[in-house]
């Protein structure tokens, strides 16, 4: 990887649009894999963001500066990581960020790694309601249910759209995969979810087997 080897990871810390467009652009055109800018860049560059976030080096409006840096940079890689793929089969899957959560950049990653393995994606975008997510995977008669969280206060409501799906005749039997931050394999079977993801690369995986 050329561009100056940490200038991708500094833009992310900085909130600076101008300067990740341009690094990312500079990469793709030398002819680096969007998956490897993805993993050896961008997703460290935001690890950083978090740290520094915990320990109170940064706050929310720098953070929120970093994520609309991240959130560029993912848009510029995204037609390329899509292209990289190959398309399997049309499974419709739902996704959403949990009721009373506005983290949605996981959530996104997550999205376009699936598109990109051929399934139709159908978005529900952050602080979805568990009703929400049941009439949508109904109409679409979606195979799987993806709920993302970043809060260990929302991961809880999770549990509530777990509850809602298995307490439906017609859609109890509806996969559910979870992911985000705080939760783990060991809360997914606590709450009756299908499965857990840590990472959007592992989520593909996971869909697919949950689709077999
Ligand atoms: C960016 C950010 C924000 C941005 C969000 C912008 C956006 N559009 O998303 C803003 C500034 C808005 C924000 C707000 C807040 N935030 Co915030 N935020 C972060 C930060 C720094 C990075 C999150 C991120 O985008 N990571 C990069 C992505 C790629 O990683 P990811 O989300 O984990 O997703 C990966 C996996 O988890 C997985 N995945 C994600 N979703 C799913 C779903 C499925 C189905 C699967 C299988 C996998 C999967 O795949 C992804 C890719 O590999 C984290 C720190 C951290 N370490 O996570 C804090 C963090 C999550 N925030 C935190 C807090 C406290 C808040 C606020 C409450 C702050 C406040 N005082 O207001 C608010 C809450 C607002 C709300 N109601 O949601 C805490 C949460 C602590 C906790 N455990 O509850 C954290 C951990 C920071 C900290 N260390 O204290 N935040």
Redesign the pocket.
């Known amino acids: 990887m050329s561009v100056s080897d940490n200038s991708i990871q500094q833009a992310i810390l900085l909130g600076n649009v101008d300067s990740i467009s341009k690094s990312v652009n500079q990469l793709l055109h030398e002819g680096v894999a969007a998956q490897s800018i993805l993993d050896d860049q961008?997703?460290s560059g935001?690890?950083i963001?978090?740290?520094?976030?915990?320990?109170n080096e940064?706050f929310?409006?720098q953070?929120?500066m970093?994520?609309?840096a991240?959130?560029t940079a993912?848009d510029l890689l995204k037609p390329h990581l899509l292209k990289d793929s190959t398309a399997l089969k049309q499974q419709t899957v739902v996704?959403g960020?949990v009721k009373?959560?506005?983290?949605?950049?996981?959530?996104?990653?997550?999205r376009i790694?699936l598109i990109g393995a051929g399934f139709e994606v159908i978005d529900l975008g952050?602080?979805v309601p568990a009703q929400r997510f049941l009439e949508t995977a109904a109409h679409h008669r979606a195979s799987v249910v993806?709920?993302?969280?970043?809060?260990?206060?929302?991961?809880n409501n999770m549990k509530e759209v777990v509850d809602c799906f298995r307490g439906d005749p017609d859609l109890r039997q509806t996969k559910i995969?979870?992911?985000?931050?705080?939760?783990s394999r060991e809360f997914s079977k606590a709450i009756g979810a299908d499965?857990?993801?840590?990472?959007?690369?592992?989520?593909v995986e996971?869909?697919q087997l949950l689709c077999q």
Do not use: W
């Not at 963001?49 to 320990?55: A, H, S």
């Open positions: 961008l997703l935001m690890a963001v978090g740290e520094r976030f915990k320990r940064m929310l409006p953070v929120l970093s994520a609309q991240m959130q993912i996704i960020t009373g959560d506005m983290h949605d950049i996981g959530k996104n990653l997550v790694m952050v602080n993806c709920l993302s969280a970043l809060l260990s206060s929302t991961m995969l979870i992911g985000g931050a705080p939760v499965g857990y993801a840590p990472t959007a690369t592992d989520a996971k869909v």
